[in-house]
């Protein structure tokens, strides 16, 4: 059995046949899934030697009609949608930066059985620091989530040395640090594609409130909380 076909067969069972009737006439669930897999492919990039990387957050523009269809089995397809790009990627051996994300959206400018869909490789971000940020304490923002800094001095990168880990291709293993002070400074640790800090690629620069340090395609926002 294909990846296709068993995903019917997960809907299937999930709501007891009730995804053959709905979409009868309108878009397809499995139409869904093969334009994910469509998109991986057309998008998927060689980073390294053996390492593919493919867009893991996708969104899936929906007509007016096919969204009010699927709103009632959003939530369950949405999931279905991403295990398909889970199980894709292990087959063709393709590198997710992040966990699989699909979202359904509506667009007023769509006619019934017309999709639209955008994808994006978003890093996934791990840190080693403490959690809970005191009051007044400096901390970062990447990807909308706030890392305190706990520390004099907390490095940046993909390797698991780093205090907050970035699985972007362009990072380096031990890539930048942030080290506290009057004022704060970010640093490259002599990085494969350099440090750009509120864009100019420097070595080290001073931060105050809302600079930005982009290594590879992450942004990191310092403030001083």
């Known amino acids: 059995m294909g990846l296709l076909d068993r995903f019917e067969d997960r809907l299937d069972r999930l709501v007891n046949g009730a995804f053959a009737r709905a979409f009868k006439s309108e878009v397809q669930p499995v139409e869904l899934a093969a334009a994910l897999n469509k998109e991986m492919d057309d998008r998927a990039a060689i980073v390294a030697r053996g390492r593919t990387v493919t867009p893991n957050v996708f969104t899936l523009d929906?007509?007016?009609?096919d969204d009010e269809r699927l709103s009632v089995y959003r939530d369950a397809l949405q999931g279905e949608l991403a295990a398909v790009v889970t199980e894709y990627a292990a087959e063709q051996s393709y590198a997710l930066l992040g966990?699989?994300?699909?979202?359904l959206t509506l667009d007023d400018s769509l006619e019934t059985g017309i999709f639209r869909v955008h994808s994006e490789a978003r890093a996934a971000i791990v840190t080693a620091v403490v959690s809970d940020a005191l009051p007044g304490q400096p901390y970062v923002e990447i990807g909308g989530t706030a890392y305190p800094l706990v520390?004099?001095?907390t490095r940046f990168g993909r390797g698991n040395e780093a205090d907050v880990r970035i699985e972007d291709p362009g990072v380096s293993r031990t890539h930048c640090e942030i080290l506290l002070g009057t004022p704060a400074i970010a640093?490259?640790?002599n990085s494969t594609n350099g440090t750009t800090i509120d864009g100019s690629r420097v070595t080290q620069a001073a931060l105050v409130d809302g600079s930005v340090v982009l290594i590879g395609t992450t942004a990191i926002t310092y403030r001083t909380g």
Request: glycine residues 0%; hydrophobic residues 40%.
């Open 62 to 65: 929906l007509s007016p009609h």
């Open 99 to 103: 966990p699989a994300e699909v979202t």
């Open 151 to 153: 520390r004099a001095v």
């Open 187 to 189: 640093r490259d640790l």
